[in-house]
């Protein structure tokens, strides 16, 4: 027959609980910091499609001939090029920055499970 101590179990299932709890809360850290940086990534595209038009009409509106147009446009087209990649540059490093960090945590959620679980130990 087992042999089973009701007091080391609750004390166990209460370590799990909080451990549980404070990773989720870390987690859920993560997830609001990596939102909000995407966030402001969406705006400035956005905010470059916004100046982009803006430039656009600026041009038509004062563009003196056909080669003045043909110019400008393409002056603004590679000012939408660089700015998009450098915005696209800067989404890919939120991206890999939150690959590591969830990776992180997840191995120390699984070394915290093993180390502070008995029922993790025993297998």
């Not at 080391?8 to 370590?15: F, Q």
């Not at 859920?28 to 990534?41: A, G, I, K, R, S």
């Not at 080669?67 to 915005?87: E, L």
Request: charged share 20%.
């Amino acid at each position: 027959m087992t042999n089973i101590n009701i007091e080391e179990m609750n004390e166990n299932m209460n370590k799990i609980g909080q451990s549980a709890y404070s990773a989720a809360k870390v987690l859920y850290t993560m997830n609001t910091n990596t939102v909000e940086q995407l966030f402001d990534q969406q705006i400035a595209m956005a905010t470059l499609g916004m100046e982009t038009i803006t430039s656009q009409m600026d041009l038509m509106s004062t563009a003196k001939g056909y080669q003045a147009v043909i110019d400008g446009q393409t002056d603004i087209i590679s000012d939408v090029s660089s700015k998009s990649q450098g915005i696209a540059r800067n989404t890919l490093d939120i991206l890999n920055e939150t690959k590591e960090n969830v990776t992180t945590w997840v191995e120390d959620v699984a070394k915290e499970a093993a180390d502070n679980n008995p029922m993790v130990k025993a297998t």
